[in-house]
């Protein structure tokens, strides 16, 4: 079987992972996750949403955040922006200060969709129209994520078919890559590999990235899984950090750690250092009073300490 040999990880952690964290967590402290994560090898990382904060109250400093980052040549930063009023936001810093890529996100679920943002799949990707061409128009570049692609809290199953109709909607209105993201962690590997073959119909390989929650312990094996589809684009969050506000019981995403421990022991480049990851995903966790979710941290870190 052939696996690609080298994996390009996004730490979606800084945004995706603190976003529902109860806690105010400073932007000092969200600024230093992503210098550390840079720092560790990361070539993308997912730094925070123009949302409204009455919405999502972690993510109010996200100007603050974007200011404060010092940026390392070759990584990309990217933000989420649900709507234009995000969008113009995110570019009403100086031009240095603007993210490399938008995030748009839409679901594969008519439930969730209406659930999430008071809208049918078709509509909410309507909306994003103008948001994709306004950046694409700037010179900054557009990813779609696609939620609840195998499963749905309000639905159950996903039917591939949705997953491709989706992928086709954002292929339409300009969306350059997507994520195929299994939002509540129920997926295992077939039905991964049918989201994924769903959009590969309409998106070439290299432009997909697999997003999986780990709620059923299945997000490494669906990694693997995706791996086999020569996927080599996967986002993960530091020290497992995340959930999903819709979905009850949904744990984080799969940790950066446990996704390089495997790549690295399968012979697959990712040009991460496991050791300073590591001290990234302990930095954020000690932030938040916690230990990392991560088997591989905890291992190493019980090694190292004799």
């Known amino acids: 079987m052939k696996l690609p040999t080298r994996v390009k990880l996004v730490d979606v952690g800084p945004r995706d992972g603190l976003q529902n964290e109860k806690q105010p967590v400073s932007a000092e402290v969200k600024i230093g996750l992503v210098h550390r994560l840079q720092d560790a090898g990361l070539q993308e990382i997912e730094v925070t949403s123009f949302v409204s904060p009455k919405w999502v109250p972690q993510m109010a400093d996200n100007a603050e955040v974007m200011h404060g980052i010092v940026r390392k040549p070759g990584v990309l930063y990217s933000v989420l922006t649900p709507n234009m009023k995000g969008f113009e936001a995110a570019i009403a810093a100086p031009r240095e200060e603007w993210p490399d890529e938008i995030v748009v996100f839409g679901a594969a679920s008519e439930a969730f969709s209406q659930k999430n943002i008071n809208c049918s799949i078709a509509e909410s990707i309507e909306r994003f129209a103008p948001v994709v061409a ?82 059923y312990g299945q997000a490494l094996v669906n990694t693997l899984a995706a791996l086999e589809m020569g996927v080599w684009n996967f986002q993960s969050s530091s020290a497992g950090l995340g959930g999903c506000p819709y979905a009850k019981g949904a744990t984080g995403n799969v940790a950066t750690e446990d996704v390089v421990y495997m790549l690295h022991g399968m012979g697959i480049e990712t040009g991460i250092d496991l050791d300073k990851l590591i001290d990234a995903g302990v930095y954020i966790s000690e932030a938040l009073g916690r230990e990392p979710n991560s088997r591989a941290s905890k291992a190493i870190r019980t090694k190292r300490a004799g």
């Open 134 to 215: 306004g950046a694409l128009e700037k010179g900054i570049r557009v990813r779609g994520a696609m939620s609840c692609t195998v499963g749905c809290p309000y639905e159950g199953e996903i039917a591939p078919a949705k997953v491709g109709y989706l992928a086709q909607l954002m292929k339409g209105i300009g969306v350059q890559r997507v994520d195929v993201a299994d939002t509540i962690g129920v997926g295992t590997p077939r039905k991964v590999q049918a989201a994924m073959e769903a959009t590969l119909a309409h998106f070439e390989v290299d432009a997909i990235s697999g997003h999986f929650h780990d709620t």
